[in-house]
């Protein structure tokens, strides 16, 4: 059975960083795409970036280019998101998600299968 567990999420002031992690299990991350989104009250779910497996290159959603980081640890079948200089506009509730669509896709959330349970990250001013 293929799981995501997301952890990492908290109370942060703006400028600080945050770490969220996912750890996997019943799927390898070097068969899978593994994306981060996000989704604030009454928004609609934003893509935040992922590594696509068929390169391992990085993409990012504008509002978190140059600030978030994604990354991955096979031995630990864990993916990252880093997260520096946030602001209260980055507050939602984050989530993994692992696909293995192609790359024109990899910013459309309804192409992923794989859903973790989100982790509530707030950041305040």
């Known amino acids: 059975q293929v799981q995501l567990v997301e952890s990492g999420g908290g109370l942060v002031t703006a400028g600080d960083s945050l770490r969220l992690s996912c750890v996997a299990s019943g799927l390898s991350l070097r068969q899978y795409t593994m994306g981060w989104f996000r989704q604030a009250p009454g928004q609609e779910r934003e893509f935040v970036g992922a590594i696509y497996k068929g390169n391992n290159h990085e993409y990012y959603g504008d509002s978190v280019k140059g600030r978030f980081t994604v990354s991955r640890d096979f031995a630990k079948n864990t993916a990252y998101l880093q997260m520096n200089s946030l602001k209260p506009a980055d507050t939602a509730v984050y989530y993994c998600?692992?696909?293995?669509?192609?790359?024109?896709?990899?910013?459309?959330?309804?192409?992923?299968?794989?859903w973790g349970q989100g982790t509530q990250v707030t950041v305040s001013s």
């Open positions: 998600a692992a696909t293995t669509i192609v790359l024109s896709s990899i910013r459309d959330s309804g192409r992923y299968p794989c």
